[in-house]
């Protein structure tokens, strides 16, 4: 799923592992690898802000470290259209560090009612920038399952009552037993000032319950600039608590982009076209501030972010890409998104794969390197799942004589996707780079 970073083998690219890096001290420019020039950049903005009309897949998402005073929020608010599959999905995430609580809500959202590929966000340059999806008046999001029931030898009706609404649709979908796997809002329908009630009516079964949910995710930003003074809201209730999470936040990128592969395009892609090729970028000095509201508790947060967007090419349902990612952002002013695929094999507690970095110093100048990541430490298995992820792993960027490990600040921040999942987690970073100690905020991505 998500996200998130369905990404694509990368080509090697090799720098002379030499030291100094401008800005960040020690030695001179002239010992330093050589960065990726301004004129070898694919991706322009603000162009590559907005919607790529006929993508496969298209994505933005923030995640990062958000503080309030001494306490630290883990979030991810992601809207993502795959338009080859035929659907899009919010994903929202919520970490409270210090009461070690996680919340989280993955959403399927399927057209033409749900979501129209074309308009869910905003292609033309001249206007405003926006992405949503979910409507924020409009109670009815979704609907899951509480109980399968069982015994169901055709679909059962889904009766939506009350809320105060009219024209909302769904349709229950059977697994192999007799039960119910899932529920597929085809309508929102319109008018619902609150959560209808959901009733199980037919089928031949009996014992399922379903609970209707309000989620939404809206991005906006202004035209003159879609990297600044961005506002994202959204709400969320939880999978397993129904506890409500709501997001205001403000945003404005300070510095140039960070173009993912040093170019904003995966090397491995052919024909340079969406059908093809994948493109990527992040916003990686968001400097954030607003608030979040867990079960009506408001706190007043502030940060520095990161924004990804990603779209084009991207793997096939047959062939789906597993990867690990580890993002940082140290207090020497470097922005590191380092990553490997999982090619042959799932990785292994203390051993060293081959990785790929990409590396900007605080002037912006961009590196591709070869590393390598080692997971270290603990894991943790999920109760859900089943799957047993990475909590540490240490990093090593030979060409910038960096050391660093990514510790994972709670344990439990698994998405759950149907019936498996991804790993999207707040760390933290230490180590070294150019033989200089740093610290910094990290991100842990896992889909194993």
């Known amino acids: 799923m998500h996200r998130r970073r369905f990404m694509l083998a990368a080509a090697s690219a090799v720098a002379v592992p030499l030291s100094g890096i401008p800005g960040c001290g020690g030695g001179s420019s002239n010992d330093t690898p050589q960065p990726v020039p301004e004129s070898d950049v694919v991706l322009r903005l603000p162009k590559d ?173 202004p035209a003159s600039d879609p990297t600044k003074n961005m506002t994202v809201k959204a709400l969320m209730l939880d999978t397993a608590t129904s506890t409500q999470v709501k997001f205001d936040l403000q945003f404005s990128q300070q510095g140039r982009p960070f173009f993912v592969w040093g170019t904003g395009v995966n090397p491995e892609g052919g024909g340079g076209t969406l059908q093809t090729s994948n493109y990527y970028f992040s916003l990686t000095r968001m400097q954030a501030s607003g608030s979040i509201e867990i079960d009506g508790e408001k706190h007043t947060v502030s940060g520095v972010t990161w924004m990804d967007h990603e779209y084009g090419a991207f793997g ?60 270290i430490g603990r894991t943790w298995k999920s109760p859900e799942t089943g799957i047993t992820y990475f909590m540490q792993f240490r990093i090593d960027i030979p060409s910038f004589n960096a050391s660093l490990l990514v510790n994972t600040l709670l344990d439990s921040q698994e998405f759950l996707v149907g019936t498996g999942g991804v790993y999207e987690g707040v760390a933290a970073a230490t180590g070294s780079f150019q033989y200089r100690p740093v610290t910094g905020t990290a991100w842990n991505e896992q889909a194993l």
């Open 49 to 221: 802000m907005y919607q790529h009309v006929g993508a496969p897949t298209e994505w933005w998402w923030h995640i990062g470290t958000l503080k309030a005073g001494s306490r630290t929020f883990g979030f991810e608010i992601n809207a993502a259209s795959f338009a080859k599959d035929g659907f899009a999905f919010s994903q929202v995430m919520l970490t409270d560090v210090e009461k070690q609580k996680h919340y989280q809500r993955t959403t399927p959202f399927v057209p033409p009612l749900m979501f129209d590929p074309a308009t869910w966000a905003e292609a033309d340059v001249s206007k405003n920038w926006y992405a949503k999806l979910g409507d924020a008046e409009n109670h009815l999001s979704g609907i899951a399952v509480v109980t399968p029931g069982s015994g169901y030898t055709s679909d059962p009706i889904v009766a939506i009552l009350g809320g105060g609404g009219i024209g909302a649709i769904a349709i229950a979908v059977l697994d192999a037993a007799g039960g119910i796997a899932s529920i597929v809002v085809v309508s929102p329908g319109i008018g619902y000032t609150s959560v209808p009630t959901v009733t199980i009516v037919g089928g031949g079964g009996s014992g399922a319950t379903a609970k209707a949910f309000h989620t939404y995710i809206a991005m906006n930003s």
């Open 316 to 375: 096939s349902t047959a062939n789906p890409v597993k990867w690990f990612l580890q993002d940082m952002q140290l207090d020497n002013g470097v922005c590191i998104s380092n990553y490997a695929t999982i090619d042959q094999g799932l990785p292994e507690l203390n051993k060293t794969s081959a990785s790929h970095a990409t590396v900007q110093d605080g002037s912006g100048a961009t590196w591709f390197v070869e590393s390598t990541v080692t997971p």
